[in-house]
């Protein structure tokens, strides 16, 4: 069974705070994706790794960084976190062969709440 | 831009009757996937379909990929108070991004 871990389920951070969310999966997938989900928003893409070290922007990227310097293992970093940063972050991972990706596969979420 | 519109929005049914929800895009997707999510959990990939009218089982979930390719269903038979939660159907775009749909909110009373 496919297995991604997020370091907390539950965060509490003040403004300006800076604030690192964990990922870890055990798949040995290529492909590793952070996302955030809202209310009314649904599911919005915020990074994803195609391989270590390598990063692309999603759709909402502003206020994030990311870090992959292993394979198994994706970090999404608020370098200043802010109120309208408060959200449900969900990591995923997926399979990729011959340039084509597979399903994606979600941890726990970590929820963030940021005052 | 690409959309998936899922319904119902939302169903209450008695334990032990089937579901039916459908997904309906306005592009034609090469991949179709069904996720489960429970309050509080990050979504559960229930089934995934990859070729046009592939009709795929888990268990009780049935699903099946639209010959036009721009269309998925999902069944449920029997269900159990514990498949109360949001079930979302997703596409892959340009084979990795994930857009899902809006979600169907099942509630099961026994």
């Known amino acids: 069974d496919v297995k991604v871990t997020q370091s907390s389920r539950y965060l509490v951070k003040r403004t300006g705070e800076k604030v690192f969310l964990e990922c870890v999966q055990d798949?040995?997938?290529?492909?590793m994706f952070w996302y955030r989900q809202d209310p009314g928003l649904g599911l919005r893409l915020i990074y994803f790794?195609?391989?270590?070290?390598?990063?692309e922007k999603g759709d909402i990227p502003e206020g994030y960084s990311v870090s992959r310097e292993k394979k198994e293992r994706f970090s999404l970093i608020l370098e200043s976190a802010s109120t309208n940063q408060t959200s449900m972050y969900l990591c995923?991972?997926?399979?990729?062969?011959?340039?084509?990706?597979?399903?994606?596969?979600f941890g726990p979420g970590t929820r963030l709440t940021v005052t | 831009g690409q959309q998936l519109n899922q319904s119902p929005q939302s169903m209450f049914i008695q334990e032990g009757e089937d579901v039916s929800m459908n997904c309906t895009s306005s592009?034609?997707?090469?991949?179709w996937l069904w996720y489960k999510q429970e309050p509080g959990e990050g979504p559960v990939l229930l089934i995934a379909?990859?070729?046009?009218?592939e009709l795929t089982s888990n268990g009780r979930l049935t699903a099946q990929f639209g010959i036009t390719r721009k269309d998925s269903f999902l069944n449920i038979s029997a269900s159990i108070p514990s498949d109360v939660g949001i079930y979302f159907c997703?596409?892959?775009?340009?084979?990795?991004?994930?857009?899902f749909g809006t979600g169907t909110r099942l509630q099961v009373f026994p």
């Open positions: 995923a991972s997926s399979f990729e062969y011959s340039g084509f990706s597979y399903e994606q596969y």
């Open positions: 592009s034609i997707f090469n991949t």
């Open positions: 997703a596409d892959l775009v340009n084979t990795d991004k994930l857009i």
């Open positions: 798949m040995d997938h290529e492909n």
């Open positions: 379909l990859y070729k046009a009218g």
């Open positions: 790794s195609y391989d270590v070290k390598m990063k």
